[in-house]
């Protein structure tokens, strides 16, 4: 085991506040994955940027970051001029970024934005780096590499940015690589994927891997070694296998044993139909390879003919793989997405010929999570005023002490402190921007809620929290959640009914234990073994493979 990567005594710290990283100790060898788990806000994402020399302007950084270079000496890279550390990036460091939609430049198309890394240490140009482009793309489970690399970032749904993002960091062979949550975004089987991409890189480069993941499953299969973060300290490190079967810390003990369980609260026969859409399409036009103008082609079908019914306090799951259209109904649902044929019927009021000032009415009575947090958190605003937005938007007869106080409530809802209005999203960590995210949702309190992925980039701790919470509203509420997710045990958990997607298509839709214990169609039964759920040849339910602290 040769140190490839060794962090000494690194203290971070931003301004005057307390310091996010508090003297940790961290070696990664050359070849192996060490999985740097913890809770949102635990400093995980900190160690990473640090060791690439990504922080902001005002972070103080203390201690020792070496890297060893080809001969197998350490050399100190913490404090090196920019221009060297540039030379480091992208060929000898690599980093898979958090939140893809916010990483990649919405200017320019996937393959001219995984040439220019290609360019500027490979010297690749023209057909040449365009070929590899595609070998990337093709390497990460992309369908249609040609078509992916033609395309902007926008015309991608969120598990496709991601693999995009791996392709870029895997460009040029690194040999360490900073996943952040490289697989938040992605379903459960495609998930495996670019880590089976990473583990044969591995094999073939002797490649070192830093997973940093909230992903247990994953940890458990992927990792050689854990590392444990909370508060900003390094609890403790271990073996993979160790770990899992003799956890030394509380708190890792702790984190073992959170995992999404109970089920959804049945809903009141009496409940009224709050929502219902009938034969939903939606088309994006596409662009004609043909030279002749009259000759275009065939746009394409995102969702197909599709219906369902929502009911007051009931939750609606929505799955189905990375691209399948899940997002693209949600929105036009919310008329935030035109659609191309359909009926749209909310509290009994069809919205489907509603013009936008006509729909201003009830859009506080429909609110959303979007996927990416950080690109529906505008950079320029305070969190306190990005949760008072739309309050003051919806209700401005309130006074600015009552939105403060409503702000308030809103973020300790969601476990937030009352004094975070004061900060900015680029403060937060993933996990806590999705909170805010969610508080901005609630502080309306909605008839509807759609919830695109609001769990993804959270701790499995913090998930049964955000469950809790939204238990806890739709009781309250009387709530309906349209409910996005590629976390099957999270929709379990949540759900009353599910409903599943392919290719813009519904392939299967039942009551939430009805499907889990035997699923009628073969697409569906593929998706819950990925997620670990062991069927007969019957297609009976025979096994939950989840782990458990005791191994």
């Given at each position: 085991m040769?140190?490839?990567?060794?962090l000494?005594?690194l203290?971070?710290a931003?301004?005057h506040n307390e310091?996010?990283?508090k003297?940790i100790d961290l070696?990664?060898?050359?070849?192996?994955?060490?999985a740097?788990v913890?809770?949102?806000?635990?400093g995980?994402?900190i160690?990473a940027?640090?060791?690439l020399g990504?922080?902001?302007?005002?972070?103080r950084?203390q201690?020792?970051?070496?890297?060893?270079n080809d001969?197998?000496?350490p050399?100190?890279i913490?404090g090196l001029?920019?221009?060297h550390?540039?030379?480091?990036?992208?060929?000898?460091?690599?980093?898979?970024?958090q939140?893809?939609?916010t990483?990649l430049?919405?200017?320019?198309?996937?393959h001219k934005?995984?040439?220019?890394?290609l360019r500027?240490?490979?010297?690749l140009?023209?057909?040449?780096a365009?070929?590899?482009?595609?070998e990337l793309?093709e390497?990460?489970g992309?369908p249609d590499?040609q078509?992916?690399?033609?395309a902007?970032?926008h015309?991608?749904?969120?598990?496709?940015?991601?693999?995009v993002?791996i392709?870029?960091a895997?460009?040029?062979d690194?040999?360490?690589?900073?996943?952040d949550?490289?697989?938040?975004?992605l379903?459960?089987?495609?998930e495996?994927q670019?880590?089976d991409?990473?583990?044969?890189l591995?094999?073939?480069?002797?490649?070192?891997?830093?997973?940093?993941?909230?992903?247990?499953?994953?940890?458990?299969q992927?990792s050689?070694?854990?590392?444990?973060m909370?508060?900003?300290?390094?609890?403790?490190?271990?073996?993979?296998?160790?770990l899992?079967?003799?956890?030394?810390?509380?708190y890792?003990?702790?984190?073992?044993?959170?995992?999404?369980?109970?089920?959804a609260?049945p809903v009141?026969p009496?409940a009224p139909?709050?929502?219902?859409?009938e034969?939903i399409?939606?088309?994006?036009?596409?662009?004609?390879?043909s030279?002749?103008?009259w000759?275009?082609?065939?746009?394409?079908v995102?969702v197909?003919q599709?219906a369902?019914q929502l009911r007051?306090?009931?939750?609606?799951g929505l799955?189905?793989?990375s691209?399948?259209?899940k997002?693209?109904?949600?929105?036009a649902?919310?008329?935030l997405q035109?659609?191309?044929?359909?009926?749209?019927?909310f509290?009994?009021?069809?919205?489907?010929?509603?013009?936008?000032k006509e729909l201003l009415?009830w859009?506080?009575r429909?609110?959303?999570?979007?996927?990416d947090?950080?690109?529906?958190?505008?950079?320029?605003m305070?969190?306190?005023?990005?949760?008072?937005?739309?309050?003051e938007?919806?209700?401005?007869q309130l006074?600015?002490?009552?939105?403060e106080?409503?702000?308030i409530?809103?973020?300790e809802?969601?476990?937030?402190?009352?004094?975070?209005?004061?900060?900015?999203?680029?403060?937060?960590s993933?996990?806590?921007?999705q909170r805010?995210a969610?508080?901005?949702?609630?502080?309306l309190?909605?008839?509807l809620?759609?919830?695109?992925e609001?769990t993804?980039?959270?701790d499995?701790s913090?998930?049964g929290q955000v469950?809790d919470l939204?238990?806890?509203?739709q009781r309250k509420?009387?709530?309906?959640y349209?409910f996005?997710?590629h976390d099957?045990?999270?929709?379990?958990?949540?759900?009353?009914?599910?409903?599943v997607?392919?290719a813009g298509?519904?392939v299967?839709t039942?009551a939430?234990e009805?499907?889990f214990q035997?699923?009628?169609q073969?697409?569906t039964?593929r998706?819950?073994?990925?997620?670990g759920?062991?069927y007969?040849?019957?297609g009976?339910?025979?096994?939950?493979r989840?782990?458990?602290?005791?191994?």
């Amino acid at each position: 085991m040769t140190p490839l990567l060794q962090l000494r005594q690194l203290q971070v710290a931003f301004g005057h506040n307390e310091p996010a990283l508090k003297g940790i100790d961290l070696t990664l060898n050359r070849g192996e994955t060490l999985a740097l788990v913890g809770e949102s806000g635990s400093g995980k994402s900190i160690t990473a940027l640090a060791a690439l020399g990504l922080l902001p302007d005002n972070a103080r950084v203390q201690g020792s970051i070496e890297l060893s270079n080809d001969q197998g000496y350490p050399e100190e890279i913490l404090g090196l001029p920019e221009r060297h550390l540039r030379r480091l990036r992208g060929r000898r460091l690599a980093m898979i970024f958090q939140e893809p939609m916010t990483s990649l430049n919405p200017l320019h198309r996937v393959h001219k934005q995984i040439a220019e890394s290609l360019r500027l240490h490979q010297g690749l140009t023209g057909k040449a780096a365009f070929n590899r482009c595609l070998e990337l793309l093709e390497d990460v489970g992309l369908p249609d590499p040609q078509k992916m690399a033609l395309a902007w970032p926008h015309q991608l749904s969120g598990g496709q940015r991601q693999r995009v993002m791996i392709a870029m960091a895997l460009a040029n062979d690194p040999d360490v690589l900073l996943a952040d949550e490289p697989t938040t975004a992605l379903d459960v089987t495609v998930e495996k994927q670019p880590l089976d991409l990473l583990r044969r890189l591995q094999r073939e480069r002797g490649m070192s891997v830093l997973l940093i993941t909230h992903d247990l499953n994953l940890v458990r299969q992927y990792s050689d070694r854990v590392a444990v973060m909370h508060r900003g300290k390094l609890v403790e490190t271990q073996p993979t296998p160790l770990l899992f079967s003799h956890p030394e810390a509380d708190y890792t003990r702790h984190l073992l044993a959170s995992e999404p369980s109970g089920q959804a609260e049945p809903v009141d026969p009496q409940a009224p139909t709050l929502l219902t859409a009938e034969a939903i399409q939606v088309e994006f036009p596409t662009a004609s390879s043909s030279l002749l103008p009259w000759k275009k082609a065939p746009p394409f079908v995102a969702v197909e003919q599709l219906a369902l019914q929502l009911r007051e306090g009931e939750t609606l799951g929505l799955v189905g793989e990375s691209g399948s259209g899940k997002t693209t109904l949600a929105l036009a649902l919310l008329r935030l997405q035109a659609i191309s044929n359909g009926r749209i019927l909310f509290q009994n009021q069809p919205l489907e010929a509603l013009k936008q000032k006509e729909l201003l009415p009830w859009r506080s009575r429909m609110q959303i999570v979007f996927q990416d947090p950080y690109g529906s958190l505008s950079p320029r605003m305070s969190v306190g005023a990005l949760v008072a937005e739309g309050l003051e938007l919806h209700q401005p007869q309130l006074s600015k002490t009552q939105v403060e106080e409503e702000v308030i409530a809103a973020l300790e809802e969601v476990g937030l402190e009352a004094a975070s209005r004061h900060r900015y999203p680029h403060e937060f960590s993933g996990g806590q921007r999705q909170r805010i995210a969610i508080a901005r949702a609630l502080i309306l309190k909605p008839r509807l809620l759609v919830l695109d992925e609001p769990t993804s980039a959270l701790d499995r701790s913090v998930q049964g929290q955000v469950i809790d919470l939204l238990r806890k509203l739709q009781r309250k509420h009387r709530l309906a959640y349209l409910f996005i997710s590629h976390d099957l045990r999270v929709v379990r958990a949540l759900s009353h009914r599910i409903l599943v997607m392919k290719a813009g298509q519904l392939v299967e839709t039942a009551a939430t234990e009805t499907l889990f214990q035997r699923p009628e169609q073969a697409y569906t039964r593929r998706l819950l073994e990925a997620a670990g759920f062991e069927y007969s040849q019957d297609g009976e339910l025979r096994a939950d493979r989840v782990f458990s602290h005791q191994g």
